[in-house]
Structures are given as structure tokens and as C-alpha cells.
């Protein structure tokens, strides 16, 4: 069954939110690859559901999140990111998250988040980050 995610009169179906942010599971840590996404907010607010829907699994301990090197996060995307990751946290037993992106955007974006509720970091490398999560 597919579900419809309407968000600012845009739907948004589940196929279509993994397409634009695929997950792939690697040693307990749920990887977001959100390369291809080009900064549409509408997109983006269709993500938290399906993050939490994978971060709840019992398979996964942590998450990365890799956005692209060029995005333009508006102030927007990132206060909706620290809002809905602060939500979130209180829905799913992560131990950490990550966001890989330019370090200002990241560093950025993790200032949002509550570290009592999930310890975030940013990093520039996806390894450095995976690295970290996996820990």
C-alpha cells in the first residue's frame, strides 16, 4: 500500500520520498542518501515520517543523513530539520545522527538539535561520519 503524504498541496507518495532520499542499512547505522535532492522544501517535509519509519527498526542504531555538497538549505529547511529531529528523537531509540553537507550548512543544522534528546554532529566526510555513528 502506498501512502500519501500531502504536504502545501504537493502529494507526495512513499515511493516517491524513497526515491529522492534512499536508505540503505550498514552495521546498524540507517544512511540517508540525499545527494539528488535539489532543496525543495516540499520534499524534504515528506522525510520525516519515512526517517522515523526506518529509524525504528530494531536493526538500527543510528542515522546519516548526506546532503548535497552545492544545497542551499534556507533557514526553513534547517529550522524544520532541528524541530522535527527534536520530535522525532522521542519516537525512535537512535543513539546518534549524522549530517554529512559543507560544514557551516551542517554545524548549522546541528545547533537545532537537542543532544539530551539524540547526540547529532556534523561532518564533511561520510566516512568520518559513518565512522562515528557506527561507534
Known amino acids: ?64 543523513l548526506v546532503l548535497p555538497e552545492d544545497i542551499h538549505l534556507s533557514k526553513e529547511v534547517r529550522e524544520h530539520i532541528g524541530k522535527s529531529w527534536n520530535e522525532n528523537a522521542k519516537k525512535v531509540s537512535l543513539g546518534k545522527a549524522a549530517i554529512v553537507a559543507p560544514k557551516l550548512k551542517s554545524k548549522m543544522i546541528e545547533l537545532r538539535i537537542d543532544q539530551d534528546l539524540l547526540e547529532t554532529k556534523a561532518f564533511e566526510s561520510y566516512r568520518k561520519a559513518l565512522r562515528w555513528a557506527k561507534e
Open 1 to 64: 500500500m502506498t501512502r500519501i503524504i500531502d504536504i502545501s498541496n504537493q502529494n507526495l507518495t512513499s515511493h516517491d520520498i524513497e526515491e529522492k532520499f534512499p536508505v540503505k542499512i550498514e552495521e546498524g547505522v540507517a544512511v540517508f542518501d540525499a545527494t539528488d535532492w535539489e532543496g525543495d522544501p516540499k520534499e524534504f517535509f515528506g522525510f520525516d515520517d519515512y526517517w522515523v519509519d526506518i529509524c525504528k527498526r530494531s536493526n538500527v542504531d543510528a542515522s546519516v
